[in-house]
């Protein structure tokens, strides 16, 4: 039976009900920023919304075409695998085994999931819920999406495929081969980037500096415990956990960065001067 990742589904259906709301309450929002709070740090674009949505929606349905082309692990592969192929990096010193299951990594993985509920503690984010939901569907529709491009465009085998005690229907499963990267790190790290990044940018600069000390930290953290269990029962290897983790981050932090209203410096000045332009700055 073919896999389907229901994380990519639920976030695939989530983008398309956000977007709608979007529409449907926004009355225009992307000309006029109407339903959305004026004291925002952000601000939207046709240009730069509708990149984000397209680049999310193109690499969703990119890695379910590529879904239905994948195929597992054949015997024949699985008897071909030796640990001396793994590169020296990935090569654990210490014998891992088998676990049926990865109870704290998925209990964090989902719990990623809801950390962006935190902004609801900041007021001036409570009335700006379109611009940060937004986002937030952004970052998911893009990172799924290109995570599931990987998995299935490279198809790694899994580090548990290589051990004696794993049962042969795990390694012939959905999933035995779609170690690279790992998708549970790459989840967590962005929902946190993205938390940290936009609870700190409501608070503004003049806000408890240990404060935001202490929520950046935590980002930090929370998907480096994530990808140590999976890499401890097998899941991934290391370079599979820190990709995930570096991609992650990378798209949690980038978009609501990318929306960040920029003050204009109304002592810069250009002006045209005879076949050119002068740029013109006032101490």
């Not at 902004?119 to 700006?128: E, G, H, M, P, V």
């Not at 529709?141 to 995570?147: D, E, F, Q, R």
């Not at 953290?221 to 599979?240: C, M, N, Q």
């Amino acid at each position: 039976m073919k896999y389907s990742n229901p994380i990519t589904f639920f976030y695939t259906f989530s983008f398309l009900m956000i977007l709608c709301c979007c529409e449907k309450f926004g009355g225009g929002c992307f000309a006029q920023n109407r339903g959305f709070s004026p004291n925002s740090p952000y601000q939207l674009s046709p240009v730069l919304d509708g990149g984000l949505g397209a680049l999310g929606a193109g690499t969703l349905i990119g890695s379910q075409v590529m879904m239905r082309q994948r195929k597992p692990l054949t015997l024949k592969e699985i008897s071909n695998l030796d640990p001396n192929d793994i590169n020296g990096f990935d090569r654990t010193s210490r014998q891992l085994t088998w676990q049926a299951t990865t109870p704290m990594a998925d209990g964090m993985l989902y719990g990623a999931f809801v950390l962006p509920a935190v902004l609801l503690t900041n007021s001036t984010a409570r009335s700006d819920w379109g611009h940060w939901l937004i986002m937030m569907a952004e970052v998911l529709a893009i990172n799924n999406g290109i995570n599931g491009m990987m998995k299935y465009g490279v198809g790694r085998a899994r580090p548990f495929t290589y051990f004696d005690d794993a049962p042969l229907e795990e390694k012939q499963g959905h999933s035995g081969n779609l170690s690279f990267y790992s998708g549970h790190t790459s989840n967590a790290s962005a929902m946190s980037f993205f938390t940290a990044k936009t609870l700190t940018d409501y608070m503004g600069k003049g806000e408890n500096q240990g404060l935001k000390v202490g929520i950046w930290s935590m980002a930090v953290l929370y998907p480096a415990i994530v990808g140590y269990s999976r890499w401890e029962t097998g899941r991934h290897f290391k370079s599979d956990v820190l990709v995930g983790y570096g991609a992650g981050a990378l798209i949690g932090y980038m978009v609501p960065f990318l929306h960040k209203k920029r003050k204009k410096d109304s002592r810069s000045t250009l002006m045209p001067m005879g076949n050119g332009v002068a740029w013109e700055y006032r101490f």
